[in-house]
């Protein structure tokens, strides 16, 4: 079975400036990692996601996360933020084979500043 | 192509009344589910099929029954509504991984839901 922390419930951060969004996972096989992101009163819509290949992923407006499997984390990064990024992220996990059971965090809230 | 559809969009239902969440999805996908979203729990997940005929239970399956009769639809059925279930729930669909997994899912615009 796998498992998704997201320990930051909400993030202040101020346009322009960098933010990095936690999520660590617990998973006893490999897994498929993503980020969504939740725009209000909207569904959610995939931000990048780590299948295999380069731990470096990157989303086309300029959001990055990096796979680490030593420390079982998949953080997302922004070096600089827009009031337009102000939504919820969750990190989601999904074992390889043979499961189809995708867990999800319990989100962020990015709050995003003028 | 409409992507993944919902019906209706809101519902007010009273405790005992039972209805159905209605998900479409024009994409050929074989994996749909079925999640609830609450305040500081993320989506959990419902109910899930990987084919026409094939469902099976998720997180928190109580108090919901689900078929698949075909590739393109996945109702949600509530058997007996109670207050527990007022929640906005979301329907998704994603391809199959030929390592029998789910990659990127693709969500509807969500049911909100108030039972009484």
């Known amino acids: 079975a796998q498992s998704v922390t997201q320990l930051d419930s909400q993030v202040p951060v101020f346009e322009e400036a960098p933010v990095e969004l936690r999520c660590n996972y617990s998973s006893s096989v490999s897994v498929y990692l993503f980020w969504y992101v939740q725009y209000p009163n909207q569904g959610l819509q995939l931000l990048l996601k780590?299948?295999?290949?380069?731990?470096l992923v990157e989303s086309i407006n300029g959001f990055e996360a990096e796979f680490n499997k030593s420390q079982t984390s998949f953080h997302l990064r922004k070096p600089s933020v827009h009031i337009s990024d102000t939504a919820e992220y969750f990190c989601?996990?999904?074992?390889?084979?043979?499961?189809?059971?995708?867990?999800f965090g319990t989100g962020t809230r990015l709050k995003v500043l003028a | 192509n409409a992507g993944v559809t919902q019906t209706p969009k809101f519902q007010v239902l009273k405790t005992g009344q039972s209805m159905t969440l209605q998900c479409a999805q024009d994409m050929n996908h074989e994996y749909m589910s079925w999640y609830r979203q609450d305040p500081g729990m993320g989506l959990r997940l419902i109910h899930y099929s990987v084919g026409a005929g094939i469902t099976d239970q998720g997180e928190v399956p109580n108090g919901y029954n689900v078929s698949r009769s075909t590739t393109e639809d996945f109702p949600l059925r509530l058997l007996s509504a109670a207050p527990s279930q007022t929640s906005v729930y979301f329907c998704?669909?994603?391809?199959?991984?030929?390592?029998?997994?789910?990659?990127?899912?693709?969500f509807g615009p969500g049911t909100r839901l108030t039972v009484l």
């Open positions: 989601a996990v999904i074992g390889r084979w043979g499961t189809y059971k995708y867990i």
């Open positions: 780590y299948l295999s290949g380069s731990t």
């Open positions: 998704a669909s994603s391809y199959r991984t030929s390592g029998r997994s789910a990659d990127t899912q693709y």
